[in-house]
Protein backbone atom coordinates (compact mmCIF):
# COMPACT_ATOMS: atom_id res chain seq x y z
CA UNK A 1 0.00 0.00 0.00
CA UNK A 2 1.72 3.45 -1.28
CA UNK A 3 2.23 6.05 1.67
CA UNK A 4 -0.67 8.00 2.77
CA UNK A 5 -0.67 11.58 1.47
CA UNK A 6 -1.49 14.29 4.24
CA UNK A 7 -4.90 16.08 2.80
CA UNK A 8 -3.36 19.67 3.87
CA UNK A 9 -2.13 21.19 0.71
CA UNK A 10 0.22 23.29 2.89
CA UNK A 11 2.18 19.95 4.20
CA UNK A 12 2.33 18.80 0.35
CA UNK A 13 3.49 21.90 -0.73
CA UNK A 14 6.71 22.10 1.34
CA UNK A 15 9.56 22.52 -0.56
CA UNK A 16 12.34 19.89 -0.68
CA UNK A 17 15.70 20.35 -0.41
CA UNK A 18 16.09 20.11 -4.17
CA UNK A 19 14.21 22.82 -4.81
CA UNK A 20 16.23 25.02 -2.69
CA UNK A 21 18.71 24.75 -4.32
CA UNK A 22 17.32 26.24 -7.38
CA UNK A 23 17.60 29.44 -5.82
CA UNK A 24 21.30 29.94 -7.09
CA UNK A 25 23.03 32.44 -8.90
CA UNK A 26 24.39 30.02 -10.77
CA UNK A 27 20.43 29.06 -12.01
CA UNK A 28 19.92 32.78 -12.73
CA UNK A 29 23.22 33.70 -14.84
CA UNK A 30 22.27 30.15 -16.71
CA UNK A 31 18.63 31.07 -17.57
CA UNK A 32 19.81 34.88 -18.32
CA UNK A 33 21.93 33.48 -21.01
CA UNK A 34 21.74 36.03 -24.08
CA UNK A 35 23.92 37.29 -26.63
CA UNK A 36 25.38 40.70 -26.99
CA UNK A 37 23.35 43.20 -29.72
CA UNK A 38 25.32 42.77 -32.92
CA UNK A 39 24.70 46.23 -34.71
CA UNK A 40 26.44 46.27 -38.46
CA UNK A 41 26.88 49.33 -39.56
CA UNK A 42 27.70 50.04 -43.17
CA UNK A 43 31.30 48.64 -43.88
CA UNK A 44 30.30 45.34 -42.83
CA UNK A 45 32.04 46.15 -39.36
CA UNK A 46 29.54 44.45 -36.60
CA UNK A 47 29.68 46.57 -33.09
CA UNK A 48 28.62 44.22 -29.95
CA UNK A 49 26.89 45.79 -27.82
CA UNK A 50 26.77 44.67 -24.56
CA UNK A 51 23.78 43.20 -22.25
CA UNK A 52 23.08 45.62 -19.48
CA UNK A 53 24.39 44.44 -16.05
CA UNK A 54 22.21 44.81 -13.06
CA UNK A 55 23.61 47.70 -12.23
CA UNK A 56 23.19 49.81 -15.64
CA UNK A 57 19.70 48.57 -14.82
CA UNK A 58 19.36 50.23 -11.85
CA UNK A 59 21.10 53.51 -13.25
CA UNK A 60 18.68 53.31 -16.37
CA UNK A 61 15.38 52.81 -14.05
CA UNK A 62 16.57 55.47 -11.52
CA UNK A 63 16.88 58.11 -14.10
CA UNK A 64 13.80 57.06 -16.23
CA UNK A 65 12.00 57.34 -12.60
CA UNK A 66 13.73 60.85 -12.16
CA UNK A 67 12.84 61.66 -15.84
CA UNK A 68 8.85 61.69 -15.03
CA UNK A 69 9.46 65.59 -14.56
CA UNK A 70 11.39 65.91 -17.32
CA UNK A 71 14.97 66.32 -15.74
CA UNK A 72 16.35 62.97 -17.31
CA UNK A 73 19.07 63.31 -19.71
CA UNK A 74 18.92 60.74 -22.72
CA UNK A 75 22.48 61.13 -23.68
CA UNK A 76 23.70 60.13 -19.72
CA UNK A 77 20.91 56.94 -20.31
CA UNK A 78 22.23 56.31 -23.54
CA UNK A 79 25.75 56.43 -22.48
CA UNK A 80 24.67 54.14 -19.95
CA UNK A 81 22.77 51.30 -21.92
CA UNK A 82 25.71 51.13 -24.39
CA UNK A 83 28.51 51.35 -22.37
CA UNK A 84 32.22 51.22 -23.93
CA UNK A 85 30.70 51.29 -26.91
CA UNK A 86 28.85 54.62 -26.73
CA UNK A 87 32.10 56.58 -28.42
CA UNK A 88 31.87 54.21 -31.09
CA UNK A 89 27.95 54.10 -31.71
CA UNK A 90 26.32 57.48 -31.19
CA UNK A 91 28.62 59.32 -33.88
CA UNK A 92 27.48 57.35 -36.45
CA UNK A 93 23.50 57.22 -35.42
CA UNK A 94 23.86 61.39 -34.53
CA UNK A 95 24.37 61.82 -38.26
CA UNK A 96 21.23 59.65 -39.29
CA UNK A 97 17.82 60.48 -39.66
CA UNK A 98 16.27 60.78 -36.53
CA UNK A 99 13.96 57.61 -36.98
CA UNK A 100 16.87 55.73 -37.74
CA UNK A 101 17.59 56.15 -34.02
CA UNK A 102 14.19 54.91 -32.81
CA UNK A 103 14.15 52.29 -34.74
CA UNK A 104 17.77 51.49 -32.97
CA UNK A 105 16.58 52.23 -29.83
CA UNK A 106 13.00 50.07 -30.18
CA UNK A 107 15.08 47.07 -31.60
CA UNK A 108 17.62 47.51 -28.63
CA UNK A 109 14.83 47.99 -26.33
CA UNK A 110 13.28 44.71 -27.41
CA UNK A 111 16.03 42.72 -28.00
CA UNK A 112 17.29 42.77 -24.31
CA UNK A 113 13.67 43.14 -23.03
CA UNK A 114 14.59 46.06 -21.37
CA UNK A 115 10.83 47.63 -20.97
CA UNK A 116 9.58 44.74 -18.91
CA UNK A 117 12.77 44.43 -16.83
CA UNK A 118 12.79 48.57 -16.11
CA UNK A 119 8.72 47.85 -15.20
CA UNK A 120 9.67 45.53 -13.05
CA UNK A 121 12.22 47.83 -11.15
CA UNK A 122 9.91 50.77 -11.41
Given amino acids: MPPRRSGNPAVRAKPSAKKKAGFSLAKYREEAG ?3 FPLEVD ?3 VIEIPRPTGGVMME ?3 KYAAGTDG ?3 PREQLRDLLGETYDEVMPILEAEDFAVMFAFLNDIVEFFG ?3 ALASLG
Fill in 34 to 36: GEP
Fill in 43 to 45: DGH
Fill in 60 to 62: LAE
Fill in 71 to 73: QTD
Fill in 114 to 116: LGE
